[in-house]
């Protein structure tokens, strides 16, 4: 929930200095902004829209800035709605530099209700947020009502509909076994601060991962079993063979094969590289378990 908190701080910085993005870097923003409703459900603009760019962002969401670099932020604009007899709605769009990456924020927080919005949509109470193209969308109001709720939705509507753009998933998505993988929890990454959050590996970035490097963490579920499953495709061969010397070094130095290790909360964990790609069973259940999951990645063609 950490996206989902630091939003909540931010609507306590609009007091923050303005900053304008010049340049052709916040033109595609700016494009949109122009197509963007003035007015949603008895909801009017407040005041003139805000830009910020990868540093000016920690003046406007302290915290979060780090997650959304860590995603290729180019640009954020942000628009706050208000109305007579309801609360404020709080407009960010988020600009990041490839589809992939708006995915990847989209992945970042999976509570919530699916709504058919974007290219993938959730609702929690009071905050609205998809992905479409190379944007990231929240939409949050500072108090649930009913007509805040109804407002939120269609502005996401209007907001989605702007975006003209379709983007493109991850590949290494497509590396992921089907058997009891969980659709809720996929979190697609490229830097080791994002990792840590949803799975702490160690405080140093022990498997190189990098802008050119492309991470999925999947959690799976067979026959009451649980496993964790995370992928890394590397720029080259070498890179991934230094990735997994790495983590071999610094996380399982007792690995003598690929075979399985038991930890010491008694899961097991299993490593495997395959050219550019690592494979990591973070932790499963049981070792047959972490062997079957590696035996199906190996198979998977990249």
Same mark, same amino acid.
């Given at each position: 929930?950490?996206?989902?908190?630091?939003?909540?701080?931010?609507?306590?910085?609009?007091?923050? *200095?303005?900053?304008?993005?010049?340049?052709?870097?916040?033109?595609?923003?700016?494009?949109?902004? @122009?197509?963007?409703?003035?007015?949603?459900?008895?909801?009017?603009?407040? @005041?003139?829209?805000?830009?910020?760019?990868?540093?000016?962002?920690?003046?406007?969401?302290?915290? &979060?800035?780090?997650?959304? +670099?860590?995603?290729?932020?180019?640009?954020?604009?942000?628009?706050?709605?208000?109305a007579s007899n309801g609360p404020s709605i709080v407009? %960010?769009?988020?600009?990041?530099?490839? @589809?992939?990456?708006?995915?990847?924020?989209?992945?970042? %927080?999976?509570?919530?209700?699916?709504?058919?919005?974007?290219?993938? &949509?959730?609702?929690?109470?009071?905050?609205?947020?998809?992905?479409?193209? +190379?944007?990231?969308?929240?939409?949050?109001?500072?108090?649930?009502?009913?007509?805040?709720?109804?407002?939120l939705r269609e502005l996401g509507k209007a907001v989605?509909?702007?975006?003209?753009?379709?983007?493109?998933?991850?590949?290494?998505? @497509?590396?992921?076994?089907?058997?009891?993988?969980?659709?809720?929890?996929?979190?697609?990454?490229?830097?080791?601060?994002?990792?840590?959050?949803?799975?702490?590996? &160690?405080?140093? #970035?022990?498997? #190189?991962?990098?802008?050119? &490097?492309?991470?999925?963490?999947?959690?799976?579920?067979?026959?009451?079993?649980?496993?964790?499953?995370?992928?890394?495709?590397?720029?080259?061969?070498?890179?991934?063979?230094?990735?997994?010397?790495?983590?071999?070094?610094?996380?399982?130095?007792e690995a003598r094969t690929s075979d399985p290790v038991?930890?010491?909360?008694?899961?097991?964990?299993? *490593?495997?590289?395959?050219?550019?790609?690592?494979?990591?069973?973070?932790?499963?259940?049981?070792?047959?378990?972490?062997?079957?999951?590696?035996?199906?990645?190996?198979?998977?063609?990249?």
């Open positions: 929930m950490l996206l989902r908190f630091l939003f909540f701080t931010a609507l306590f910085t609009v007091h923050s *200095v303005i900053f304008m993005i010049p340049g052709s870097q916040a033109e595609p923003l700016h494009i949109l902004q @122009s197509a963007l409703p003035g007015r949603i459900n008895g909801w009017s603009v407040e @005041s003139e829209d805000r830009f910020y760019d990868p540093e000016t962002i920690f003046e406007y969401i302290n915290g &979060a800035g780090e997650v959304y +670099r860590a995603y290729n932020m180019q640009t954020c604009l942000s628009r706050r709605y208000t407009l %960010d769009i988020f600009l990041m530099g490839a @589809s992939e990456d708006a995915f990847g924020v989209f992945t970042h %927080d999976q509570d919530g209700e699916s709504l058919d919005l974007g290219q993938g &949509a959730l609702y929690r109470p009071g905050w609205l947020s998809f992905w479409k193209d +190379r944007y990231f969308v929240s939409i949050y109001a500072e108090e649930e009502t009913p007509s805040s709720k109804k407002a989605a509909s702007r975006i003209d753009g379709r983007g493109t998933k991850p590949r290494i998505l @497509s590396l992921l076994p089907a058997e009891g993988l969980h659709p809720g929890k996929i979190r697609y990454l490229h830097h080791h601060i994002v990792l840590n959050y949803h799975y702490f590996v &160690a405080d140093k #970035n022990i498997l #190189n991962l990098e802008p050119g &490097a492309h991470a999925v963490l999947a959690t799976y579920r067979i026959r009451k079993e649980d496993a964790l499953l995370l992928l890394v495709t590397y720029p080259d061969a070498k890179k991934a063979k230094e990735a997994h010397k790495s983590f071999l070094k610094h996380y399982l130095p038991m930890l010491e909360n008694k899961k097991w964990s299993a *490593v495997r590289l395959k050219d550019k790609l690592l494979a990591v069973v973070l932790e499963a259940d049981s070792r047959k378990f972490a062997e079957s999951l590696m035996e199906e990645v190996v198979k998977m063609k990249y």
